[in-house]
């Protein structure tokens, strides 16, 4: 499980950096992709992996010293979702191999869905960003949060979530197939399939076949119990 290290004279610091932070971000006037898109890559950006002390675990870590394991980048992200005015939970699990793993939650629209900070971190495209349950298959939940009370309280979405307030150039990765003259891929952002020939100006947009789920973005309550 989670280990809570943060005393009150450091909690008191990490609150006073977070608000720093959140300042910094530029966020009034977004949605709520944007929020969690601009929280997620400053994290990504700035928290690297490690740490030689308890902090590790710990938002003060993330913060104050820029290095955290998965439970500080995890403890950081919640933060500042919830001060974005945005539900998120912790997950614990474990993931590929790691026995002990801790990533989030994140509420857009109707339903959550799951990020990886450590993951993806100091990446420039992101491949744990705002995934449904049925793109998330590597990491699996501890049991208390795999039950059907969980699941009511916190429905997950099944695909990809994207903004659609803005154009974006098509990022395409590995998808389905591949032969001597092509390959067929899917946009990291929208999820858009397309046939990527050798010449790029030749890509065929299949994005009849998307399977992106529309959503529509607002803001939800804040359970601000937990923790």
Not at 87 to 94: F, M, T, Y
């Amino acid at each position: 499980e989670f280990q809570y290290t943060d005393d009150s004279k450091k909690n008191e610091d990490v609150n006073s950096m977070a608000e720093n932070v959140f300042k910094s971000l530029g966020l009034e006037g977004r949605n709520d992709y944007q929020k969690v898109y601009e929280i997620y890559k400053y994290i990504c950006d700035t928290v690297k992996y490690g740490g030689e002390t308890i902090t590790r675990h710990s938002a003060y870590g993330a913060f104050s010293e820029q290095l955290a394991v998965c439970q500080g980048y995890a403890l950081m992200f919640y933060r500042l979702a919830l001060m974005a005015g945005i539900d998120s939970r912790l997950i614990p699990g474990s993931a590929d191999g790691a026995s002990d793993h801790g990533w989030n939650i994140v509420k857009i629209g109707d339903y959550y869905y799951n990020v990886d900070a450590t993951w993806d971190r100091q990446k420039d495209i992101y491949e744990y960003f705002l995934l449904g349950s049925d793109m998330f298959e590597d990491h699996t939940r501890r049991a208390a949060y795999l039950t059907d009370e969980f699941e009511k309280q916190y429905p997950m979405g099944t695909g990809y979530v994207f903004d659609e307030s803005e154009e974006h150039e098509h990022l395409f990765s590995e998808w389905d197939t591949t032969d001597n003259m092509s390959q067929i891929r899917k946009c990291y952002v929208c999820g858009m399939k397309g046939i990527i020939n050798d010449d790029p100006e030749e890509t065929e947009s299949l994005d009849e076949d998307s399977d992106i789920e529309d959503r529509d973005i607002e803001n939800s309550d804040i359970d601000e119990d937990f923790l």
